[in-house]
């Protein structure tokens, strides 16, 4: 939720020519309606349980970035699917910087609530935050672009020497 993770995987994945699923986009697509517009037709419960869907089938894609998140926090059952074939990395940014990116695309977002976009990014900050001590590596991106974010993720990968192993 405007810490530029689909830009920023998306340059990831070109980078490495990997594989890119956005979790947003792929629901966009096969749903034929903009994330936000399938939230409110379909509702909380529909729009979860297509993210799950979704989750559980790309976790097992070769060589991917997978982008997910933002309006919806971190479950305890995602988590254990992603982390159990990849790395989790969580992107962050300070409250205002949060505020200030998402007010420049209102209506994009499902869950947002565009009366009080302080408040709901304080909000979603908190239900993060738990998360930055399980993940395996956190981004701040509150004075970053993309493109950097990008990089400190292929640092990473390079300095730990992750490999994608083939599975059956």
């Not at 979790?23 to 936000?36: L, P």
């Not at 910087?97 to 947002?112: F, I, N, S």
Request: glycine share 6%; net charge positive.
């Amino acid at each position: 939720m405007g810490t530029g993770k689909s830009r920023a995987a998306k340059i990831l994945a070109d980078g490495f020519d990997w594989q890119l699923a956005d979790t947003d986009r792929m629901m966009e697509r096969e749903t034929g309606m903009r994330i936000a517009d399938y939230y409110r037709a379909a509702g909380a419960e529909a729009f979860e349980e297509k993210e799950m869907a979704l989750i559980n089938r790309v976790r097992y894609y070769h060589e991917a970035v997978i982008a997910m998140g933002g309006n919806y926090p971190m479950t305890e059952k995602k988590f254990r699917l992603l982390s159990e074939h990849g790395l989790v990395i969580l992107l962050f940014a300070k409250p205002y910087r949060l505020a200030e990116r998402v007010r420049r695309r209102v209506g994009k977002r499902p869950t947002m609530d565009y009366s009080d976009v302080d408040g709901y990014v304080r909000q979603m900050l908190r239900k993060w935050t738990k998360w930055k001590d399980r993940v395996d590596l956190v981004i701040n991106t509150t004075n970053t672009h993309p493109e950097q974010t990008a990089l400190l993720v292929a640092r990473y990968i390079d300095r730990h020497h992750v490999e994608f192993v083939e599975r059956n």
